[in-house]
């Protein structure tokens, strides 16, 4: 048995999981239009090759990667291309982004997939770009790249091999429906991950809240892999943080400002876990995952397997939506998500829940208080930083006593905010000081820059001053030598003449 | 649509501070209770008017700080510090003096310094200081507990309540004050000879403190504030105590039981260093800040001038908190092993 390590700080507020009935899964009606965002990850956008008027088959690309850290997009279904121009996509401030449309033909054709049987046969790089070719990122929080993860890098090797299925946020059963519904895809995408990066042990992390979804993780890994651990803990918010899951299965931390990596640990979602089987294994790209919509303003809350680009608004509709009961619709859920501007806009690979609460259900915050400095917040903080002095320190705008207080290994899990007493919007103050600190930074950057220009160019001036200066010299050198009528007398006096010219260009460019 | 679009989290818990404030006045209920069995209803009297006081103040600051006062007096913020300053007074204590010590808490201990969340000192101590030095003598008259003499009346204590200079009343010197008066009496001697001395610390003054203890407990399973202050005051003192104890000589600092459960020992450890404000903020911080009133609370009522030494402790700890935060910044996730 693995020990389980205990994390600092933590909440337990209501899960409320039960509502959207983990381990249903339902398909939703195709919807008329499905627009996909060029950049559905980190890094860069991918580039369209496909133009307006194109029929395209599903799993066809229609935007290969850009550069290493980028992530091609593939058609979820067969149909036309209506518009390759900016939509509005999910984010927090309601920013358009460059994006194709289809309209689906309903035909649903694919492009011939092609898997391979035997991964084993294959090196490992190889296997790292199917998983890029594919279109996979991350699909349980920022949606980084997932073969950049899985490239090697110098002189670090992974031994372990983490799925995280702690799925800790309230309201989501995303992760919990699809390891009840496809473990045994989850437990060789696994193997896949555990082959590509050499790791030596798998370890497969469920919170105790899902005693199903654990239970079917067990089964399906037990007989086949001996190398593999079902690993159950108790339910602690923010328990799936990636640093905090690697804590509670390892007692190991990430070093602040490194990578999992950097311990030797590759940290995946079972979402992910499954795409990565799927391109291996069948050859096909990540064009649909499992989004939950949940909510008291749906009439039927529940799981669904909706193709990326599907407009919330159609996925709403699917669940019953009651909008005059909705306050407020929420991308992921309610500790860590963010409020949508509106409900026409597309999942993507990162949409792992869409929240629709009435008033009741999640109120609209109270005016904050006065901090009283109770500290529950620094008891609640997993990342054991001091809360309430990151909020003076922001309020203060005193970046260098942020930094010192150590802001930027917040993850902004909103366990501060959730305890406070005075309801202050601590993740507020912490996203706009590291805006902040992230700008003056980048300033800097731009000032050395140009500073560093503007020496160049000094330099530079001075150092063609003072090669007219050492010419001049040398003209009037050798008009005294004509003028003294003895052309070429005294070599010894001409060359010392032109060392003191040279000399004296050398000084006066220093 | 009309979706609002606020920042994450969207859930927020049960916490607030009027729950905080709440909890902390239901759990000076017990320890109130006591104090009223031994002494009479002079305390009672002295935490209702005190809070009408504070309530008229907090909202006419309120009104000049142009604010809108209802949800500064519904927080009950004000109320624990008028609370808190009344129980830490005798319980004849004029209405004047009252109402003095109330307002310099209120506004000398809270808004010059901006309000709820600003105060650099404990605001109860700040008014109880006041008082300590303008009106040495209504300090320091304590009645005599129930079992050393009558308990006055309701009638009684309304006369007393509204007396224009002192207590007139039977008063009779604390444990504490028989112990600072010592004059080379073994300490044997002394707890046995007088009156005052109970089974384990003062008459009264044990049950008194007992009772803050069960008060105390209950906020520290409600989690209203951490165990660190309160146990490393106690800790600290009894230490304190016991080096100084002496074997019981006519020169001792007194038997640890006696300072443990005297005056406002316990009230103190739970009560008033517990105030989140104006307290270091850190565990490690608080360890430290805890541990050094219950030093100074020791070496102040063994070499100082004063019967009880709490409200000096904390004020000069609140002093110093800022400096015990800046060297106890606890250790953070992934920052290495530098504790
Ligand atoms: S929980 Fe809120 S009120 Fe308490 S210390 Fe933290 S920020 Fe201040
Ligand atoms: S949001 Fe940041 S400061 Fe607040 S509890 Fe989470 S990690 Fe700590």
Redesign the interface.
């Known amino acids: 048995m693995r020990k389980i390590h205990d994390i600092h700080g933590g909440i337990h507020p209501p899960e409320r999981k039960a509502l959207s009935r983990p381990g249903e899964l339902q398909t939703p009606p195709m919807p008329g239009r499905l627009v996909l965002p060029l950049s559905q990850h980190i890094g860069k956008p991918a580039q369209p090759v496909v133009a307006v008027g194109d029929q395209v088959l599903g799993g066809q690309l229609i935007a290969e990667a850009e550069g290493p850290v980028s992530v091609p997009v593939h058609a979820p279904t067969s149909g036309t291309i209506t518009a390759v121009d900016r939509f509005a996509i999910p984010h927090a401030s309601g920013l358009e982004d460059c994006c194709v449309e289809i309209a689906p033909d309903g035909t649903d054709r694919w492009v011939e997939l092609n898997g391979i049987d035997d991964y084993r046969a294959f090196e490992p790089s190889e296997l790292v770009s199917l998983a890029r070719n594919a279109g996979i990122a991350g699909m349980g929080g920022a949606g980084f790249p997932t073969a950049v993860k899985l490239m090697a890098r110098e002189g670090r090797s992974i031994d372990t091999v983490i799925i995280n299925g702690t799925e800790c946020e309230p309201y989501i059963t995303a992760d919990d429906t699809i390891m009840q519904c496809q473990p045994r895809e989850i437990v060789l995408g696994a193997q896949m991950l555990a082959y590509i990066v050499g790791a030596e042990h798998i370890v497969i992390g469920v919170e105790d809240n899902k005693p199903t979804a654990f239970a079917a993780m067990r089964d399906a890994a037990s007989g086949i892999d001996n190398r593999i651990e079902v690993v159950s803990f108790p339910t602690k918010y923010p328990s799936g943080g990636e640093k905090q899951l690697i804590e509670i299965l390892t007692g190991k931390q990430v070093p602040s400002g490194g990578l999992p990596s950097d311990i030797g640990i590759l940290c995946n979602n079972p979402g992910t876990a499954v795409a990565i089987y799927e391109a291996i294994a069948n050859g096909r790209p990540l064009t649909r995952r499992i989004v939950t919509l949940t909510g008291e303003a749906l009439q039927n809350p529940g799981n669904f397997e909706a193709m990326l680009g599907t407009p919330i608004s159609h996925l709403l509709d699917a669940a019953g939506y009651r909008a005059e009961q909705n306050n407020r619709l929420i991308h992921g859920g309610p500790m860590m998500g963010f409020a949508l501007h509106s409900a026409d806009i597309p999942i993507i690979k990162t949409t792992n829940c869409i929240l629709a609460p009435t008033e009741q259900e999640l109120p609209t915050p109270a005016p904050a208080q006065p901090c009283i400095r109770c500290g529950m917040c620094a008891e609640a903080c997993p990342a054991e930083l001091l809360p309430q002095q990151l909020y003076w320190f922001a309020r203060a705008k005193d970046n260098d006593s942020l930094e010192q207080h150590n802001l930027f290994d917040c993850i902004e899990c909103g366990a501060c905010s959730w305890v406070c007493p005075s309801q202050i919007p601590l993740v507020q103050y912490y996203r706009a000081g590291k805006a902040a600190i992230n700008e003056a930074r980048q300033e800097k950057v731009r000032s050395d820059r140009s500073r560093a220009r503007f020496e160049a160019r000094q330099e530079r001036v001075e150092r063609e001053a003072a090669e007219r200066e050492a010419k001049r010299a040398q003209r009037k050198a050798a008009a005294q030598r004509k003028a003294e009528g003895s052309d070429g007398e005294d070599p010894v006096k001409a060359a010392i003449a032109r060392a003191k010219a040279r000399k004296q260009a050398e000084e006066s460019t220093e | 649509?009309g979706?609002?679009?606020?920042?994450?989290?969207?859930?927020?818990?049960p916490?607030?501070?009027t729950?905080?404030m709440r909890a902390v006045l239901l759990a000076t209920l017990p320890g109130v209770a006591v104090m009223t069995y031994f002494f009479g209803p002079g305390t009672l009297l002295n935490i209702i008017a005190g809070g009408l006081v504070a309530l008229a103040l907090e909202g006419l600051v309120m009104r000049l700080r142009q604010r809108q006062a209802g949800?500064y007096l519904r927080?009950y913020?004000v109320l624990v510090t008028s609370t808190l300053l009344c129980i830490a007074l005798p319980a004849y204590t004029p209405w004047w003096i009252v109402a003095v010590g109330v307002a310099s808490s209120v506004l000398l201990g809270k808004h010059v310094f901006g309000?709820?969340?600003?105060n650099p000192f404990n605001p109860a101590m700040v008014g109880y200081v006041v008082l300590l030095i303008s009106f040495p003598v209504q300090m320091s008259a304590w009645p005599a507990p129930r079992g050393l003499a009558e308990v006055p009346s309701l009638g009684d204590s309304f006369v007393a309540f509204f007396q224009a200079n002192q207590y007139d009343g039977i008063t009779m010197a604390t444990p504490l004050d028989l112990l600072r008066q010592n004059q080379g009496e073994l300490m044997s001697e002394l707890t046995s000879s007088r009156a005052q001395f109970g089974a384990l610390a003062g008459v009264g003054w044990e049950w008194i403190n007992i009772a803050f203890l069960a008060g105390g407990l209950w906020l520290l399973y409600q989690?209203?504030?951490?165990w660190h202050a309160p146990v490393a005051m106690l800790a600290a003192l009894t230490l304190s105590a016991l080096l100084g104890y002496d074997g019981g000589s006519s020169t001792s600092g007194g038997p640890v039981m006696v300072h443990l459960l005297s005056g406002a020992t316990i009230f103190g450890a739970f009560f008033i260093i517990t105030d989140?404000?104006s307290?270091a903020?850190?565990?490690r911080g608080?360890l430290i800040f805890g541990a050094a009133i219950g030093v100074l609370v020791y070496l102040i009522r063994a070499f100082g001038n004063y019967p009880d030494a709490l409200a000096f402790a904390v004020l000069i700890m609140n002093f110093a908190a800022p400096f015990i935060?800046h060297y106890t910044?606890?250790?953070?996730?992934?920052?290495?092993d530098k504790r």
């Open positions: 649509m979706l609002l679009t606020v920042t994450s989290p969207h859930a927020h818990g916490q607030s501070v729950r905080v949800p927080d913020s309000g709820l969340g600003y989690r209203i504030f951490t989140p404000v307290s903020v850190s565990n608080r935060d910044q606890p250790r953070v996730y992934g920052q290495g």
